[in-house]
């Protein structure tokens, strides 16, 4: 992934992540989203029926975020056209600064085209 933010993508990521209501609240988003758990709560708030949240465990191990993860690329995110490549997962895993904010950018766009596919239909 680029290591360019911009800056309006950022703001508008934020207030459509802030947009729902979570099984945690947001505080620090680094470390909010590192075990990928909030990551799949919001596919499921947006494309129900693509995510088991069964399938990802509430966690502070680094490996079984690194498995949430590659259950997230392998299950739900290949389905949306892209998937999170290891490095970045590593540096997800490890909060390092704006990663998630990345892959939630990348997400917020996939979904919105994802919904425009399927209104066209």
Known sequence: ?????DENEMLEMYEWVDSFTLSNPKKIISRDFSDGVLYAELIKKNIPNLVQLVNYVPTMNN?????NWNTLNK????KLGFQISKSDIEGIIQCKSFLIEKVLIKLYKKIKEYKDKMQSK
């Open 75 to 78: 299950k739900v995110l290949s």
């Open 63 to 67: 490996e079984q975020k690194k498995i």
């Open 1 to 5: 992934m680029s290591n360019q933010l």
